[in-house]
């Protein structure tokens, strides 16, 4: 199993969840309110380190976990759907997932 973990922007969360809603083994999908710390940096002028370099940008965080076969088109999916083209567009992260365990069942995956 993967855990497939996307910071995009707010805008596009409603076209990434109705795309997601739609694939064929996704059971659900958690998204969480973040802020990104982003630093400014101007390629004329060197890193001063002020407050001013400094923005918080507002992100979401999806977070999919799903089986190693529908992978690949869990993140294409969240690549095409959340892509603007403009600066802070997002990042997707891939990780593995050891064990997962059912809560209400203790079932484990």
Not at 47 to 73: A, L, M, Q, S
Request: glycine share 8%; with cysteine.
């Amino acid at each position: 199993m993967k855990e497939v973990k996307a910071f995009i922007k707010p805008v596009k969360l409603p076209e990434v969840t109705h795309i997601l809603h739609h694939l064929d083994g996704i059971t659900g999908v958690s998204i969480v309110k973040v802020q990104d710390l982003g630093w400014r940096k101007s390629k004329d002028l060197p890193f001063r380190g002020d407050e001013d370099d400094i923005e918080e940008i507002p992100h979401i965080k999806v977070e999919v976990i799903c089986e190693d076969y529908i992978t690949e088109e869990v993140i294409t999916t969240i690549e095409k759907s959340a892509h603007t083209g403009e600066r802070g567009d997002g990042i997707i992260y891939v990780s593995n997932i050891e064990k997962l365990i059912q809560i209400k069942t203790g079932k484990t995956f």
